[in-house]
């Protein structure tokens, strides 16, 4: 029996205007090391085959010597350049694979640096059974749906609500072909992928517990949060041999 491959798009395209900081968030330094490193660390270690690591056209140079070869990160086998927004680079990733595409891709925002092999495989686990496999947390807060003035209009129920994270893992063919429905109409105001695909293939999709510290940094605050993360537990150093 043929055995599965499993790609993961790994997101490093986003400008990151809220870190009012001129460099990108995903190559800030965290605890000495650039932050896309962790997850790609992480994804380096995983079941993994491969790693795409899409980024803006005119860091893909520096990715490759900087973050790539620096690190000896050897599951990174193309790096592409991404899109305007956050859908177009997840496409331009899934383009890339067309030629020799996987049974699974796992699409994974570089931004969160604590993604955990526990969170990748149950992932995979819910893509194999269920066509998707999310991964999401219950919310700790309650959520109101505000209207157009900022009334409230609903408030529902808190047990129902689930913030949602990356990894979103999926069948190749499954995802791809409803990334390209979304391009070929011109759909844009798609927020993550498993949004793709519920509202072009009109599919449910499963939600897989994730954790409360895979966060995304998106905020100058959000790193002091990563860094106390990190403080309370050991590092694991890259291997640069």
């Known amino acids: ?60 140079d520096y990715c490759r010597t900087q973050i790539v070869e620096k690190y000896n990160f050897r599951k990174v086998k193309k790096i592409v350049a991404g899109g305007s927004e956050r859908y ?25 640096p604590f993604v955990t092999q526990e969170i990748i495989g149950r992932t995979i686990d819910a893509a194999k059974q269920y066509g998707s496999g ?10 109101k749906i505000a209207d157009a003035d900022g009334f409230s209009v609903q408030t529902p129920p808190r047990a129902n609500v689930w913030t949602i ?27 993550d992928d498993a949004m793709v695909l519920e509202r072009i293939a009109g599919r449910r999709v499963k939600l897989v ?11 100058p605050e959000d790193l002091d949060v990563a860094a106390s993360f990190i403080s309370n537990r050991p590092v694991e150093f890259f291997d640069k041999n």
């Open 1 to 60: 029996m043929k055995k599965e491959t499993y790609t993961a798009i790994i997101l490093a395209a986003g400008r990151g205007s809220r870190m009012n900081s001129s460099m990108q968030k995903q190559y800030m330094q965290l605890n000495g090391y650039p932050l896309i490193c962790y997850a790609l660390h992480t994804f380096e270690k995983s079941c993994v085959d491969e790693i795409v690591l899409v980024t803006g056209a005119k860091e893909r």
């Open 88 to 112: 177009l680079s997840v496409y331009e990733g899934l383009r890339a694979l067309e030629q020799d595409a996987p049974d699974l891709v796992l699409i994974h925002d570089g931004a969160r």
């Open 134 to 143: 999310i991964a999401a947390m219950p919310s700790k807060d309650t959520v």
């Open 165 to 191: 994270q990356t990894p979103q893992t999926f069948p190749y063919n499954t995802i791809y072909a409803a990334y390209q429905a979304v391009t070929d109409k011109g759909i844009n105001d798609v927020t």
């Open 209 to 219: 517990e994730g954790s409360y510290q895979n966060i995304k940094i998106t905020t």
